[in-house]
């Protein structure tokens, strides 16, 4: 089924640990985007891409890194775990940034606790 | 920063009523707004959306009203059903020289909506 795939949809990490975030899409989108969600609270863009080979920073870029090598992929890497960074992460896909919501697909998050 | 919000944290309705859910916004340069609805462990999925330079826009069952005079826009549910039961979310971006901002969505705190039967 086409859509956007994140793994894993769930993840334990200690204090200090690094990890990658997947995140793939079939639609051919341009623009890929992180977001996390904390309780109680809408969604904050960490990083985003606009096409392979480009990215900027979000609302909450600080403690992740990101890259676009391929038009279908756009992990997202925790460089060092904190506990402020537990949370539910999305990633979602559009085919350009003016169709952002009309064609916005997100994936099914990954819930990462941070001890 | 500006930011959405919404003045609502939950409502409660009964089945077949109409809901209504409203945001406001602040960033007066904002020219994009959409609506997403959010089910339990899932992903946020869009409802509808609307630009600027119109006031409505419907769309199955729902509708859009914006009233950029006092940064305002609200989701209209018409006879709204148990599998609306949802967090609603209002989302804004605005659009800069060179378009790229688009990808920059600010999100309200979100509305939970629940349809007694």
């Known amino acids: 089924n086409a859509g956007v795939t994140q793994t894993p949809k769930f993840q334990v990490l200690k204090t200090g640990q690094s990890m990658t975030l997947q995140c793939a899409q079939d639609?051919?989108?341009?623009?890929m985007s992180w977001y996390r969600q904390d309780p109680g609270m809408g969604l904050r863009l960490i990083h985003y891409?606009?096409?392979?080979?480009?990215?900027d920073q979000g609302e909450v870029p600080n403690g992740y890194n990101v890259s676009r090598s391929t038009t279908e992929d756009f992990p997202l890497r925790l460089l060092s775990a904190a506990p402020s960074q537990t949370s539910v992460y999305f990633c979602?896909?559009?085919?350009?940034?003016?169709?952002?919501?009309?064609?916005?697909?997100f994936g099914q998050g990954t819930r990462l606790t941070v001890v | 920063g500006e930011s959405v919000g919404l003045h609502l944290p939950t409502l409660s309705v009964q089945e077949g009523d109409n809901s209504i859910i409203n945001c406001a916004y602040s960033?007066?340069?904002?020219?994009?707004f959409i609506w997403y609805k959010q089910e339990s462990g899932k992903g946020p999925q869009f409802i509808i959306d609307?630009?600027?330079?119109?006031d409505k826009r419907q769309g199955q069952r729902v509708t859009v009203l914006l009233n950029k005079t006092v940064k305002h826009l609200s989701l209209q549910i018409a006879a709204t059903q148990p599998g609306d039961s949802a967090v609603y979310f209002c989302?804004?971006?605005?659009?800069?020289?060179?378009?790229?901002?688009?990808?920059?969505?600010?999100f309200g705190q979100g509305t939970i909506l629940t349809v007694h039967p």
């Open positions: 979602a896909s559009s085919y350009s940034p003016r169709t952002l919501g009309t064609e916005a697909f």
């Open positions: 639609m051919n989108h341009e623009y």
């Open positions: 891409s606009v096409g392979a080979g480009i990215t």
């Open positions: 960033n007066s340069a904002s020219d994009y």
């Open positions: 609307i630009r600027s330079n119109m």
């Open positions: 989302a804004e971006t605005s659009s800069n020289a060179g378009g790229t901002s688009y990808g920059k969505l600010t």
